[in-house]
């Protein structure tokens, strides 16, 4: 009866591994060793969702992040949401690329289109996972200044 080897080389970087390295999760032995498998998983998911439609991807994306707060999600366009705003943010008007949730997910908002609105990367990137009330707060004092002349 022969022993195992006690080494491997790997097919994909070529490097000299201890056998162990070579045992899949299921128990079966492989050519690749455990940190190239990794790498080669990792490019075949990053390569999935590179070959999304950006509307796939966000909703893959977002139905994930509802998932984990425990939210409802139901699927919705992105780029529907822009386009009926003409890419202007909700909160100041200037271009928007981020989609806000006006009650966020981690306060128990809903991922679904009525609670979505399209904001600037200022916009959201402030507001971040606050609501409305608390956002306003972090304006300071109103600027007399600004507004109705009266």
Known sequence: MSEAPQHKNCRLCGRRKAASDFVTSKGKDSSACATCRRKKAAQHVKNYYRRLSPDK????THKRRAESYGVAHVAYSRTAILERWRYACCYCGEYATHLDHV??????????????????QHCNLSKGAKTLAEWAETFGPANPTIGFPF
């Open 57 to 60: 991807r966000h909703e893959l």
């Open 103 to 120: 009650q966020p997910l981690s306060k128990g908002g809903a991922d679904v289109e009525s609670n979505i609105v399209p904001a600037c």
